[in-house]
Structure formats: structure tokens, C-alpha cells
């Protein structure tokens, strides 16, 4: 019982510093990804106000086909911040999780493990506990490591908006054919 309980707090422990890892990672990525799709999205609005002006540079043909490309970055987009959402989730819930805990020792009130684990169960709402149920059924049940896949499918996610993004602007511009 006592390695049990030595590997549930090495994970706690791990997870506590994966989440607050993953949760600096995600906001600066999720920055450098905001502002290069929001400066895209004003500079074809700017373009398309003044494609009189920009006659021999942005025709109507290829903003039309490029649109679905800034669809599917917008996708990836909220994808990201989603997934983000999720790892600053888990960041915040350890962080408040950590205090509560110190607050307990200096008390010497500690929770009964079972019954704070029963606690957890009853406040999981039914996503959450399908994704937990998931997780066990493919082998993934500690937290850490699914942080760790929140943060490699967010940074997937930004990094196909950022590749298709660029691909925009080349086809926006004439440099490719549609690719829709």
C-alpha cells in the first residue's frame, strides 16, 4: 500500500509540474498564433476594402479561393484554444489543489484519500469522466501524460494554423493555385 500511495504522489507531483509547463507553453504559443491569424484576417479585410487599389496584387478570384483556407486555420485556431483551455484547466486545478493541501498540513487535517477520490468522482461532470474512461481503456489514465497530449495536439494545431495560414497568402496572392 505504501508504494501505491509513493507512486500517486509521484504523479501528483508530476503532473503539477507538467501542467504549469504546458500552461506557460500553451499562453505564449497561443499568443504568437492569435496575432498572426488576427493580422491576417485584418489584412485581407483591409484588401478586400480596397481591392480597387490592389487591382494587379489581390483580385476577388483569389480571395475566393483562398477563403477556405483561412476557414480551416480558423479551425485549428479554436482547436488550439481549446485544447489551451483544458491545459490552463489542469494548471489552475493543481496550483488551487497545492495550496488547499499546504493549508490542510499546517492544520494536520488531511482528507482520507478514498474519500477525497469519491469527492473528485461525484464533482466530475460526464465529459470529463468519458474522457477518464477513455484514457483508461487506451492505457493514458495519468494526468501528466494527458497534459502532455493536450499540449502536443494544441501545438499540432497551432502549428498547422501558422503552415496554412502562409499557404493563404500564397494563394491569395497568385504564388499557388486553390488548393480547395
Known amino acids: 500500500m505504501a508504494d501505491d500511495a509513493n507512486a500517486r504522489y509521484a504523479d501528483v507531483v508530476v503532473l503539477a509540474q507538467l501542467a504549469s509547463g504546458a500552461d506557460r507553453g500553451f499562453r505564449s504559443l497561443d499568443v504568437f ?15 478586400a476594402a480596397n481591392l480597387d487599389r490592389l487591382q494587379g496584387l489581390v483580385t476577388l478570384p483569389g480571395i475566393k479561393a483562398a477563403l477556405p483556407l483561412l476557414l480551416t ?7 488550439s484554444k481549446f485544447l489551451g483551455g483544458l491545459i490552463c ?3 489552475g486545478a493543481v496550483e488551487s489543489s497545492m495550496t488547499t493541501l499546504d493549508r490542510l498540513v499546517e492544520l494536520d487535517q488531511l482528507p482520507d484519500p ?4 469519491a469527492a473528485v468522482a461525484r464533482a466530475t461532470p460526464w465529459p470529463v469522466r468519458a474522457w477518464q474512461w477513455l484514457g483508461g481503456r487506451l492505457g493514458v489514465n495519468n494526468s501528466g501524460r494527458q497534459v502532455m497530449w493536450l499540449m502536443v495536439v494544441s501545438g499540432f494545431c497551432a502549428s498547422a494554423a501558422a503552415i ?7 494563394v491569395l496572392l497568385g ?3 486553390p488548393l480547395f
Not at 498564433?33 to 484588401?47: C, E, I, P
Not at 486555420?73 to 482547436?79: E, I, N, Q, R, T
Not at 496554412?164 to 500564397?170: E, I, N, P, S
Open 73 to 79: 486555420v480558423l479551425g485549428f485556431v479554436l482547436a
Open 164 to 170: 496554412l495560414t502562409v499557404l493563404f497568402w500564397m
Open 175 to 177: 504564388y499557388l493555385p
Open 33 to 47: 498564433v492569435t496575432w498572426f491569424v488576427t493580422g491576417t484576417a485584418a489584412a485581407l479585410g483591409l484588401a
Open 114 to 117: 478514498l474519500a477525497f477520490d
Open 89 to 91: 484547466t489542469y494548471a
